[in-house]
């Protein structure tokens, strides 16, 4: 099967701080990668959609300049937690198809003191 | 209403036991359903993928779907201690689509 790879696995950043996720597809080539955001005993809820060499689709209510996503090449996106503060802290995930199927990234726990 | 709604659980059961996990949805448009696994601090990862109503069965694993009642299973036969984990559902409009719309996700704990 595909694999996607997420790094960091966890992150811990001080308040007012910028962080990078890191999403990449290892053995495909992923066009479009997607970041979802999952908070304790909730859903996933998708943030945004991220396309190759374009700009990202971003879903209702989620801030656009705070959650900058840069998909620069077919194989990695990088989503970046501008300015972060505590509410920020939750589980991002990313996740990218290939023929088809949705394969998920190992997640990322943010947490911002 | 939620688009696609999940008991959250936690649902506890003695290894050996069937299991059975479900999700009713409210958009008939959903065409194909998908059933993922995630443990604790890790990705989801996909275990059933259906599409027609009937069943689909793999390994110990039964997937259910039900359009006309708008209602999706999962069973789990023999269950084991490293079934415990949160499953959940997931649907999609069209094949093609990568968006998927998720349940909350049941909390599965198999005692040994």
């Known amino acids: 099967g595909a694999v996607v790879s997420q790094h960091p696995s966890w992150v811990i950043c001080k308040s007012g701080t910028s962080v990078k996720i890191e999403c990449r597809s290892l053995?495909?080539?992923?066009?479009?990668m997607f970041w979802y955001r999952q908070f304790p005993k909730q859903s996933l809820m998708l943030m945004a959609t991220s396309n190759e060499g374009s700009k990202a689709t971003y879903e209702q209510g989620v801030e656009k300049d705070k959650f900058l996503i840069n998909h620069a090449s077919l194989t990695l996106s990088t989503l970046t937690v501008t300015s972060a503060h505590p509410e920020d802290s939750s589980f991002y995930i990313c996740?990218?198809?290939?023929?088809?199927?949705?394969?998920f990234g190992q997640g990322t726990r943010l947490t911002v003191v | 209403q939620k688009e696609v709604e999940q008991d959250p659980g936690p649902l506890s059961v003695p290894e050996g036991a069937i299991v059975s996990l479900n999700c009713t949805y409210s958009n008939s448009a959903f065409q194909y359903f998908m059933w993922y696994r995630q443990y604790s601090r890790k990705g989801p990862e996909l275990l059933m993928y259906t599409y027609s109503s009937g069943n689909k069965e793999d390994g110990r694993f039964t997937a259910q779907v039900d359009k006309s009642s708008k209602y999706i299973s999962l069973f789990i036969r023999d269950s084991q201690p490293s079934d415990s984990a949160t499953y959940l559902c997931?649907?999609?409009?069209?094949?093609?689509?990568?968006?998927?719309?998720f349940g909350k996700g049941t909390k599965l704990s198999v005692i040994p």
């Open positions: 997931a649907m999609k409009w069209r094949a093609g689509s990568y968006q998927l719309t």
């Open positions: 053995d495909f080539q992923a066009t479009t």
């Open positions: 996740s990218a198809s290939y023929r088809g199927e949705a394969f």
